[in-house]
C-alpha cells in the first residue's frame, strides 16, 4: 500500500484556508476544496478495462479523512474483482428503493410492485376502467381479486406461467362457472399484453390455454315463439290483476322488446307520447363507455297500443322520474325481478320466459312471420353488428321502416290475443 499523503484532519483545514483547489491522499483517493457553496468534496480515481472513471466519497467534514479512506478501501476491493464501484452503488440504492416500497406497499395492503395483482390494478385503473362500464369493471376486479391474485398474484408477471393460470382457472371451472373462467382468462389476456406493452413482461401465456378450459355452452334466453303460445301469453297480460305499474311493464315489454334495464329505468321525460317516440340515452344502452359517451340515442317508435297503455299510467306515475316506479322504493326504478315475478304468477317458469326473451320472440317472429328484413330488426334491437355490411346498417337506422313495423308487431300481437288462433300478415 502506497503512502499516505494526508497526514490529519488538520492538513486538510490548512489547504483549504489557503485556498488549494486540490489535496491528493495517494492511490486515486483526492479531496477537491470549495466545490459547490464552498463545500470540498472526496473522489477517487479508478480504472477498468473500460477506461478510467470516477466516484464521489462524501463531502468534508461529514466524511472525515478516516471515513474517506475506509470508503476508497471498499471501492479499491470492489475493483480488484472486476465490478464498477458507482455500478454496484446504483443497485444498492435501487435494492434501498424496491425494500423500502416492499414495506410500504405491504403496510398499505398492496401487492409488491411488479407483481401481476400490481399489474392488474394498473391495468384495471388505466385501462380497462375507461373501456367499459363502471358495472362490468367492478366484476372483473371482483372476480379477479376473488380468483387469481390469492394464486398467482405475488408471483412476478414475467415469471408466471401457464400451468400456474390453469389451476388457478380451473378452480372456477370445476365450481361450474365455466364461462366465468373463460371471462377471467380473457381479463389476465389483457393484463399480461398489458405488461408486455411496459416492458414487464415478454409473452401471454392465456394463450396456450386456448383449448385447456371447458367450452362454454350457450343457452339461448328462454322465449315463445309459436304464434298460439305468444297469444296465450298476451291473454294472460291482459288479465293479469298485480300491481298496475307491475301490468303496465308487462303489457309493454312484448310490444316495444327493449333489454330490461332500459324498460325499467324509463323515465318520463324521455318519452314523448304526442309524438310517439321513446328516445333511450346513450349512457343508458348496452355499449362500451366511449359509445355511451359519443354515441347516438336509441329511438323506439311507439305504437298506438303503446301511447295508450302510458297515456292510462301517467296519472299513477306521472309526477315521478320514472315511468316504472319500485312500488316499495321511493325514488327508484321498478326492481329487476317486478316483471319476472308476474311472469312466474302468470304460471311462467323460468326456462319458458324470461325478460329478455321478449327481445328473442320479437326478432324471431317480426323476420318469420311479417316477413320483414332483418337488418331493420336488428336496428331496433340496438345490436351491434361487426361486419362492415352491418356497421353500415347500423349508421342507417331505418326510422321510418321500423315506425310502420313497431305498428305491424302490435297489431299482430292484437290479433293473436284476440283470435288464440295462427294469423299470417303478409309484408307489404
Not at 171 to 194: N, P
Not at 277 to 282: D, Q
Not at 318 to 327: A, D, R
Request: glycine fraction near 8%.
Amino acid at each position: 500500500m502506497a503512502a499516505r499523503l494526508i497526514a490529519s484532519d488538520n492538513t486538510i483545514k490548512k489547504a483549504a484556508r489557503e485556498g488549494q483547489r486540490r489535496l491528493s491522499d495517494g492511490e486515486g483517493l483526492y479531496i477537491l476544496f470549495n466545490v459547490k457553496g464552498g463545500s470540498h468534496a472526496w473522489r477517487l480515481d479508478y480504472t477498468l478495462p473500460s477506461g478510467r472513471k470516477t466516484i464521489s466519497l462524501g463531502t468534508y467534514p461529514d466524511t472525515g479523512l478516516a471515513l474517506a479512506r475506509q470508503k476508497a478501501e471498499e471501492c479499491r476491493r470492489l475493483v480488484a474483482e472486476g465490478r464498477d464501484p458507482s455500478a454496484a452503488r446504483r443497485d444498492e440504492k435501487q435494492a434501498a428503493r424496491v425494500a423500502a416500497e416492499t414495506k410500504r406497499r405491504q403496510a398499505a395492503g398492496e401487492p409488491p410492485e411488479g407483481s401481476f395483482a400490481a399489474i392488474a390494478l394498473d391495468w384495471h385503473a388505466r385501462r380497462h376502467a375507461y373501456e367499459v362500464s363502471e358495472g362490468h369493471a367492478e366484476r372483473t376486479l371482483i372476480r379477479l381479486k376473488r380468483n387469481v391474485f390469492p394464486y398467482i398474484g405475488h408471483l412476478a408477471i414475467a415469471e408466471v406461467t401457464a400451468p400456474e393460470l390453469l389451476r388457478a382457472l380451473r378452480l372456477v371451472e370445476e365450481r361450474g362457472a365455466v364461462e366465468t373462467a373463460h371471462r377471467i382468462k380473457q381479463a389476465c389476456g389483457q393484463i399480461f399484453r398489458y405488461g408486455i406493452a411496459q416492458g414487464l413482461c415478454e409473452r401471454d401465456p392465456s394463450a396456450d390455454l386456448r383449448d385447456a378450459l371447458r367450452p362454454v355452452l350457450t343457452r339461448n334466453h328462454a322465449a315463445l315463439i309459436e304464434p298460439h303460445d305468444v297469444g296465450a301469453l298476451m291473454r294472460a297480460i291482459t288479465d293479469y290483476r298485480g300491481h298496475p305499474v307491475v301490468r303496465a311493464a308487462l303489457q309493454l315489454a312484448p310490444l316495444l322488446f327493449v333489454r330490461p334495464g332500459e324498460l325499467r329505468h324509463a323515465e318520463w321525460a324521455e318519452m314523448d307520447v304526442d309524438a310517439a317516440m321513446w328516445t333511450i340515452p346513450a349512457t343508458k344502452m348496452k355499449r362500451t363507455k366511449q359509445q355511451k359517451l359519443t354515441g347516438q340515442a336509441h329511438l323506439v317508435p311507439l305504437p298506438t297500443q303503446a301511447v295508450k297503455i302510458l297515456r292510462e299510467l301517467h296519472p299513477l306515475t306521472g309526477h315521478q322520474k320514472y315511468v316504472f316506479p319500485s312500488p316499495h322504493a321511493g325514488g327508484k326504478p321498478l326492481s329487476e325481478n317486478g316483471v319476472l315475478s308476474a311472469l312466474r304468477r302468470m304460471g311462467y317458469a323460468k326456462d319458458e320466459l324470461t325478460g329478455h326473451g321478449f327481445r328473442a320472440t320479437a326478432r324471431t317472429m317480426i323476420e318469420e312471420r311479417l316477413g320483414i328484413p332483418g337488418n331493420v330488426i336488428e336496428a331496433q334491437l340496438a345490436h351491434t353488428v361487426k361486419d362492415a355490411l352491418g356497421r353500415a346498417y347500423n349508421r342507417t337506422t331505418f326510422l321510418e321502416q321500423r315506425k310502420a313495423m313497431m305498428q305491424r308487431w302490435a297489431d299482430y300481437l292484437d290479433s293473436l290475443k284476440a283470435a288464440g288462433t295462427v294469423t299470417h300478415l303478409k309484408a307489404a
